[in-house]
């Protein structure tokens, strides 16, 4: 019998519990200080890991300190500092838009809305939802790879659309759990819910899923530490 929506609710929420305790401290692993410096890391953060954007801002950050600054850099020499992570000429463009359109419409300071943040250049729903939840304290859920394919096994969601799976995700649980439940999503797609074989044998949700046994058991190994930085 099909899942009802007050049931898919109860579900959704059981999920949010089990997944807070498994992931208690789920938190971005970017280091940023302002919203700017967010804002800046999770441009670059595209196509890169996290650790390697790390190892570039320090440098970006304090030669270009603010919107203002970068609006006004050599877009050589943003290249240069950025060429690391990939994609340099598409992330400085994207850089040096947004500081443009912050310094010009916005009085140089990052907006807060979701309405505002996705006016700026390089800036989509994914990016726009890390700012909200990690620097303005409001809701943002943030659909990456990982949660994407987590929701769709785990029901929670009938679209491969990542602007779908936000509203139909977002509707199951209240707004204050949105951000948590994207970070702890994320640890669990890269730590346990792998995109093959899952580990559905160490999974701590595994009694709320509707995919139990249909991905082949592994061999068993050892359970992975798991880290709490997404
Ligand atoms: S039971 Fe398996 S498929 Fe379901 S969420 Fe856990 S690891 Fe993923």
């Known amino acids: 019998m099909a899942e009802s929506k007050p049931q898919l609710k109860a579900r959704a929420r059981r999920i949010g519990k089990i997944l807070a305790a498994a992931y208690p401290k789920a938190r971005i692993s970017l280091d940023f200080e302002t919203p700017w410096q967010c804002l800046v890391a999770t441009i670059l953060s595209a196509q890169c890991t996290d650790a390697r954007v790390n190892r570039?801002?320090?440098?970006?950050?304090?030669?270009?300190?603010?919107?203002?600054?970068?609006?006004?850099?050599?877009?050589?020499?943003?290249?240069?500092?950025?060429?690391?992570?990939?994609?340099?000429?598409?992330?400085?463009?994207?850089?040096?838009?947004?500081?443009?359109?912050?310094?010009?419409?916005?009085?140089?300071?990052?907006?807060?809305?979701?309405?505002?943040?996705?006016?700026?250049?390089?800036?989509?729903?994914?990016?726009?939802?890390?700012?909200?939840?990690?620097?303005?304290?409001?809701?943002?859920?943030?659909?990456?790879?990982?949660?994407?394919?987590?929701s769709h096994r785990l029901g929670l969601t009938s679209s491969k659309d990542p602007d779908e799976i936000e509203a139909q995700v977002g509707e199951l649980l209240p707004p204050d759990q949105w951000t948590p439940l994207s970070m702890r999503l994320i640890l669990h797609g890269r730590q346990i819910c792998y995109?093959?074989?899952?580990?559905c044998d160490q999974c701590p949700i595994v009694k709320e899923c509707p995919k139990i046994g249909v991905f082949p058991a592994r061999p068993a190994g050892p359970a992975r530490r798991r880290s709490q930085r997404i």
């Not at 500092?81 to 916005?106: D, H, P, W």
């Not at 726009?128 to 303005?136: C, D, E, Q, R």
């Not at 995109?195 to 580990?199: G, L, T």
Request: charge should be positive; glycine fraction near 10%.
């Open 56 to 150: 570039v801002t320090p440098v970006l950050f304090s030669e270009l300190p603010t919107p203002a600054a970068m609006a006004a850099a050599d877009p050589g020499h943003v290249q240069k500092l950025i060429v690391t992570t990939g994609f340099f000429r598409q992330k400085t463009k994207s850089l040096m838009g947004a500081a443009r359109a912050i310094v010009e419409r916005y009085g140089g300071k990052v907006p807060d809305t979701m309405e505002n943040l996705v006016t700026l250049p390089g800036v989509g729903r994914k990016t726009a939802n890390v700012l909200l939840g990690h620097v303005y304290g409001k809701p943002g859920f943030v659909v990456d790879t990982h949660v994407r394919r987590v």
């Open 195 to 199: 995109a093959r074989a899952p580990r």
